[in-house]
Nanobody, 124 residues
Framework: QVQLVESGGGLVQAGGSLRLSCAASGLAFSSYAMGWFRQAPGKEREFVAAIPWSGGTDYADSVKGRFTISRDNARNRVYLQMNRLKPEDTAVYYC??????????????????WGQGTQVTVSS
């Protein structure tokens, strides 16, 4: 059974930092592309960042230069370091896994497995 469990969310002031972690189990982690998405109240879920199984990274324009996605295949974890947070970053953040070779990593329907989400709240 595949499980993705996010942690690290919380309340932070604007300009602060948080590091989200996603622990994966039940899958050959190193063979999966991993992504982070977020959903704010009343809004559609949106792409934040992705890291393919083969390396490289991709970011939404809204977070480029502030957020960093990374993965530790030995520990079956993917991380999202979020710096210079803004109130508009407030959302539930989800990690997701897509089969090796998947394309369209900015699209949520590409992903096969999802975590339950972790709340990030940025106060002004």
């Amino acid at each position: 059974q595949v499980q993705l469990v996010e942690s690290g969310g919380g309340l932070v002031q604007a300009g602060g930092s948080l590091r989200l972690s996603c622990a994966a189990s039940g899958l050959a982690f190193s063979s999966y592309a991993m992504g982070w998405f977020r959903q704010a109240p009343g809004k559609e879920r949106e792409f934040v960042a992705a890291i393919p199984w083969s390396g490289g990274t991709d970011y939404a324009d809204s977070v480029k230069g502030r957020f960093t996605i990374s993965r530790d295949n030995a520990r079956n974890r993917v991380y999202l370091q979020m710096n210079r947070l803004k109130p508009e970053d407030t959302a539930v953040y989800y990690c997701a896994a897509a089969f090796r070779g998947s394309t369209g990593l900015r699209v949520d329907r590409t992903y096969n497995y999802w975590g339950q989400g972790t709340q990030v709240t940025v106060s002004s």
